[in-house]
C-alpha cells in the first residue's frame, strides 16, 4: 500500500509538473504565459508549460440564473413600487468575461437593476401590470447593448413580482369593485330595456292582432247583415211577383177582394183592442158598408195601375 501511494503521488507531481490540465465539458479556462493572455483551453486534457503558462479565470459556459433583488421604482404617474426579476445569462466570450470587467455577473446585475428603474419611470401604473412582456424585452435589449463589450449575452429576463404600496393596493380594489358594479349596473339596465322592447312588442301585436280580428269580425257582420237583407228583398221580391201571379189567374181578383175584406175588419178589431182613441168610419154599424169601402179602395188602385201600364203601352 506504501508503495501504492508512493507511486500515485510520483505520478501528480510528474503531470503537475509537466503542465497537464483537463477541462470539464461547457467550461473555459482562460491561459495566462508570464502575466498576459496566451490562450483558452478547451474541454479535454490540455497541457500547459509549468512556472511559465497558468490559469488565470475559469468560467462556465453554462446558462446561468442570477436573482435581481427587490427595489423600489417609480411609476411614471410617481407611484412607488417594489419590483424584482431574474436574469438568465450566457458566457459567449470567456476572454472578455476575464478582463472587460472585473465581476461579470455582478456588473450585469446592476445594469438590469438600473434599466428596470428606467423602463418603470415611463409608463403609467396601469401600463405596468399590462406591460410586463415589452418590460422585459426591454430590459434585455438594453442589457445586451451594454454587456456585449463584456463577453455575457442576457438571454432572457423575468418580472417575478410588482408590489404596489398598500394604500393604491386599496384604491386598485375599489376601482376593480367599481368597475365590476358598473358592468353589472350596465347589464341590468340592458336587461330592463330589452324586456321592455319585448313587452312593448307584444302589446303591440296584441292590439294589431285584436283591430284585424274586430275589422274580420265587422266585415263578416256587414257581408251577413247584406247577405240576409238581399234574401228578404228577393223573397219579397218573389211573393209579390207570385202574389201579382195569382190575381191575374181567373177568380184571382175575387180571392183578393175577400182578403182584404177580412184584413180591413181585423185591423179595426185589433185597433179597438190597443188603442182607447181609433178613427171609424161613418157608417160603423153596416159591415157591408164597410166591406164595400175597403174593396172600393182596392179597385180604385186596381184601376190607376191599369191605365198607367195602358198609357205606357
Known amino acids: 500500500m506504501e508503495a501504492l501511494s508512493l507511486v500515485i503521488g510520483f505520478i501528480f507531481v510528474i503531470t503537475a509538473w509537466m503542465g497537464v490540465k483537463i477541462v470539464p465539458q461547457q467550461e473555459a479556462w482562460v491561459v495566462e504565459r508570464l502575466g498576459r493572455f496566451h490562450s483558452i483551453l478547451e474541454p479535454g486534457i490540455n497541457f500547459l508549460i509549468p ?17 435581481i433583488p427587490s427595489q423600489t421604482a417609480i411609476t411614471k404617474d410617481n407611484v412607488t413600487l417594489g419590483i424584482d426579476g431574474v436574469l438568465y445569462l450566457k458566457i459567449t466570450d470567456p476572454k472578455q468575461a476575464s478582463y472587460g470587467v472585473t465581476n461579470p455577473f455582478y456588473a450585469v ?7 428596470m428603474r428606467s423602463e ?19 430590459i434585455v435589449r438594453a442589457i445586451n447593448e451594454a454587456a456585449n463589450v463584456w463577453g455575457i449575452q442576457c438571454l432572457r429576463y423575468e418580472i417575478k413580482d410588482i408590489t404596489p404600496p398598500r394604500n393604491v393596493l386599496e384604491a386598485m380594489e375599489l376601482q376593480v369593485a367599481a368597475e365590476r358594479q358598473k358592468r353589472a349596473e350596465i347589464l341590468n339596465s ?89 178613427l171609424l168610419p161613418a157608417d160603423t154599424g153596416n159591415p157591408g158598408a164597410m166591406i164595400a169601402q175597403a174593396l ?18
Open 51 to 67: 512556472y511559465i503558462d497558468s490559469v488565470g479565470y475559469k468560467h462556465s459556459l453554462k446558462e446561468s440564473a442570477q436573482d
Open 109 to 115: 446585475s446592476q445594469l438590469a437593476q438600473t434599466t
Open 120 to 138: 418603470i419611470g415611463k409608463i403609467t401604473l396601469d401600463k405596468t401590470f399590462e406591460e410586463r412582456e415589452s418590460l422585459n424585452i426591454n
Open 190 to 278: 340592458e336587461g330592463k330595456r330589452q324586456s321592455q322592447i319585448n313587452a312593448a312588442e307584444g302589446e303591440k301585436q296584441e292590439v294589431v292582432l285584436h283591430s284585424e280580428a274586430a275589422m274580420t269580425d265587422q266585415i263578416n257582420r256587414a257581408e251577413g247583415e247584406a247577405a240576409a237583407i238581399l234574401k228578404v228583398a228577393e223573397a219579397t221580391a218573389k211573393g209579390i211577383e207570385m202574389v201579382a201571379l195569382s190575381i191575374q189567374k181567373p177568380g184571382g181578383a175575387d180571392a183578393v177582394s175577400l182578403r182584404v175584406a177580412e184584413q180591413y175588419v181585423s185591423a179595426f178589431s185589433k185597433l179597438a183592442k190597443e188603442n182607447n182613441t181609433i
Open 296 to 313: 172600393g179602395v182596392f179597385n180604385t188602385i186596381k184601376n190607376e195601375k191599369s191605365g198607367s201600364v195602358d198609357i205606357g203601352l
